[in-house]
């Protein structure tokens, strides 16, 4: 018994030596300066700016939707508006909102989760709820349920059904609304509402409202049940336009605004003549601010001649081929997009209070809820024309008109706010996009160039990106079966008519 003791006390100094060894080891290996768990205040502030950024840059919004939607046309280098998509716009869309976004706000709803702070988790919830919407209203049906699970060795998702994918996030942000706790556990980093959990609350509701419309023609049943709670009179929506979920951009690089950033190389991007008509029949007041007036007279031949009837807000049609674009004239004689939102701090918009508006309209004219239909509409286009600082009397001046003062009704509910929806969403790309293609209005002609991609017709969807038929082929190739080819034409399933 003693000689066992005896090994034992060799051997015990011995083993703690090699652990002590181990532990040095260790230490040397480690860089006491990087941290192993990231603040979720630096990747609040990170997630938001960079996914914003990425909402409003080049592929999604300015060389996709606000050229399809007809804000914008190209006057260079016209593909895109021809409808003739880059595969590199689709990948980083896709690997930008993936990669980067949703994982970051993935962590942060789990750190939410692991330190006990409500707050940070629905903050977590709401965002990453956004950009999963972005996702499936540019792609239809995506990986959802099973995305964000490396960590569970899942790297070939599924793809989940446009219908589950927006249950989710109706189901996700009504979570996150309940989780909000104003006298609760402060979250830092938040350069959208600096931390106001108030505001969080209502966005969180506002954007249910939004993704509850969206399915109106596909599920009304659900739409209905999320409406009359939504809209019951208690539940804290948007009231003015201080509640405007935006980002806004400084003016020092690298937190400037992407159309700045694009400004400073190229100039390739005009206003649309579709807008610059329907905003000139209206006497719209935010034409001046939508565009800048045209630098120089217009072109007097050709077969895109100008000035039109604009007079000195001259937009440019969509489709041009890059030689009808370089007949149309020199670029001084077109309107550039305005310079409110060309400025490094122009705000990054994710929703208004005009559109909770609109939406309260549309749902009283499809007989959701009782009201009066009219009055939210004039009171969508009061609250729009006061993000731009429109005086009272050139609001006044505005509705008064019969052209914009219109009576809303069941029949014509789709034509009179999709019109003025679609002019208060200027400059939100990927959104005015989904509302022109579920409400259909207003009557555009979509690009008609011989070279245009989508066979005479609106682009309703973004192709998938190439690397996932290498990736993740399998679910890919299922989604395709299910929901249709993976072509721009392809409808979503949100989208009926």
Same mark, same amino acid.
């Not at 914008?72 to 016209?78: C, D, G, I, V």
């Not at 993704?211 to 109106?216: E, G, K, V």
């Not at 006044?396 to 008109?401: H, I, K």
């Given at each position: 018994?003693?000689?066992r003791?005896?090994?034992?006390?060799?051997?015990?100094?011995?083993?703690?030596?090699?652990?002590?060894?181990?532990?040095?080891?260790?230490?040397?290996?480690?860089?006491?300066?990087?941290?192993?768990?990231?603040?979720? =205040?630096?990747? &609040?502030?990170? +997630?938001?700016? #960079?996914? @914003?950024?990425?909402?409003?840059?080049?592929?999604?919004?300015? !060389?996709?939707?606000?050229?399809?939607?007809?804000h914008?046309?190209?006057?260079?280098?016209?593909e895109?508006?021809?409808?003739?998509?880059?595969?590199?716009?689709?990948?980083?869309?896709?690997?930008?909102?993936?990669?980067n976004?949703?994982?970051?706000?993935?962590?942060?709803?789990?750190?939410?989760?692991?330190?006990?702070?409500?707050?940070?988790?629905?903050?977590?919830?709401?965002?990453?709820?956004?950009?999963?919407?972005?996702?499936?209203?540019?792609?239809?049906?995506?990986?959802?349920?099973?995305?964000?699970r490396?960590?569970?060795?899942?790297?070939?998702?599924?793809?989940?059904?446009?219908?589950?994918?927006?249950?989710?996030l109706?189901?996700?942000?009504?979570r =996150?609304s309940? &989780?909000?706790? +104003?006298?609760g #556990?402060? @979250?830092?980093?938040?350069?959208?509402?600096?931390?106001?959990? !108030?505001?969080?609350?209502?966005?969180?509701?506002?954007?249910?409202?939004r993704?509850?419309?969206?399915?109106?023609d596909?599920?009304?049943?659900?739409?209905?049940?999320?409406?009359?709670?939504?809209?019951?009179?208690?539940?804290?929506?948007?009231?003015?336009?201080a509640?405007?979920?935006?980002?806004?951009?400084?003016?020092a690089?690298?937190?400037?605004n992407?159309?700045y950033?694009?400004?400073?190389?190229?100039?390739?991007?005009?206003?649309?003549?579709?807008?610059?008509?329907?905003?000139s029949r209206l006497?719209?007041?935010?034409?001046?601010?939508?565009?800048?007036?045209?630098?120089?007279?217009?072109?007097?031949?050709?077969?895109?001649a100008?000035?039109?009837?604009?007079?000195?807000?001259?937009?440019?049609?969509?489709?041009?081929?890059?030689a009808?674009?370089?007949?149309?004239?020199?670029?001084?004689?077109?309107?550039?997009?305005?310079?409110?939102?060309?400025?490094?701090?122009?705000?990054?918009?994710?929703?208004?209070?005009?559109?909770?508006?609109?939406?309260?309209?549309?749902?009283?004219?499809?007989?959701?809820?009782?009201?009066?239909?009219?009055?939210?509409?004039?009171?969508?286009?009061?609250?729009?024309?006061?993000?731009?600082?429109?005086?009272a009397?050139?609001?006044?001046?505005?509705?008064?008109?019969?052209s914009?003062?219109?009576t809303?009704?069941?029949?014509?509910?789709?034509?009179?706010?999709?019109?003025?929806?679609?002019?208060?969403?200027?400059?939100?790309?990927?959104?005015?996009?989904?509302?022109?293609?579920?409400l259909?209005y207003?009557?555009?002609?979509?690009?008609?160039?011989?070279?245009?991609?989508?066979?005479?017709?609106?682009?309703?969807?973004?192709?998938y990106?190439?690397?996932?038929?290498?990736?993740?082929?399998?679910?890919?190739?299922?989604?395709?079966?299910?929901?249709?080819?993976?072509?721009?034409?392809?409808?979503l399933?949100?989208?009926?008519?």
């Open positions: 018994m003693f000689t003791y005896r090994k034992l006390a060799l051997v015990l100094p011995f083993a703690l030596a090699l652990g002590a060894c181990e532990k040095g080891l260790d230490a040397i290996g480690t860089n006491p300066n990087n941290a192993t768990v990231g603040n979720p =205040a630096y990747v &609040l502030t990170n +997630a938001q700016r #960079s996914n @914003v950024y990425r909402l409003f840059d080049i592929p999604v919004n300015q !060389d996709g939707g606000l050229l399809i939607v007809q914008w046309a190209k006057a260079q280098y016209t895109e508006d021809r409808y003739q998509f880059r595969d590199g716009s689709y990948q980083s869309i896709w690997d930008g909102f993936y990669a976004g949703l994982q970051d706000f993935n962590y942060l709803v789990k750190q939410g989760e692991t330190t006990n702070n409500p707050n940070l988790q629905a903050v977590g919830l709401i965002m990453r709820s956004y950009f999963f919407s972005v996702l499936t209203d540019v792609y239809g049906d995506i990986p959802y349920s099973q995305a964000l490396l960590q569970e060795n899942i790297i070939t998702p599924k793809y989940d059904r446009q219908e589950d994918v927006y249950k989710g109706l189901a996700d942000l009504k =996150a309940s &989780l909000v706790d +104003a006298s #556990s402060s @979250v830092g980093g938040d350069i959208i509402y600096g931390g106001d959990m !108030d505001h969080w609350k209502r966005f969180a509701n506002s954007l249910r409202l993704l509850a419309m969206r399915i109106s596909a599920n009304e049943a659900l739409t209905r049940t999320e409406v009359a709670e939504l809209l019951n009179g208690t539940t804290p929506l948007f009231r003015n336009n509640d405007n979920a935006e980002f806004v951009f400084l003016a690089t690298p937190n400037t992407p159309i950033e694009n400004r400073l190389t190229r100039d390739d991007h005009r206003v649309s003549r579709s807008l610059t008509t329907v905003l006497n719209d007041p935010r034409l001046p601010i939508y565009a800048n007036p045209a630098e120089c007279a217009g072109p007097k031949t050709g077969n895109f100008g000035p039109d009837s604009t007079g000195l807000y001259r937009g440019i049609p969509n489709g041009l081929t890059t009808n674009a370089n007949a149309f004239g020199s670029l001084c004689s077109s309107s550039k997009v305005g310079s409110y939102f060309t400025s490094a701090e122009a705000p990054g918009v994710l929703m208004t209070y005009a559109e909770v508006l609109f939406f309260k309209a549309e749902a009283i004219a499809r007989g959701y809820i009782t009201g009066d239909a009219s009055a939210e509409y004039r009171n969508a286009i009061r609250a729009s024309l006061g993000q731009y600082g429109i005086d009397a050139g609001v006044t001046a505005y509705l008064a008109q019969p914009v003062n219109r809303i009704t069941a029949a014509n509910y789709r034509e009179v706010i999709g019109t003025q929806k679609w002019i208060a969403l200027y400059g939100q790309g990927v959104e005015a996009w989904s509302e022109f293609r579920r259909d207003p009557r555009l002609s979509p690009a008609k160039s011989p070279a245009a991609a989508a066979a005479g017709k609106f682009p309703v969807r973004f192709r990106p190439t690397n996932e038929q290498s990736v993740n082929a399998a679910s890919r190739a299922e989604a395709v079966a299910r929901q249709g080819a993976d072509v721009i034409s392809t409808k399933w949100w989208d009926k008519f």
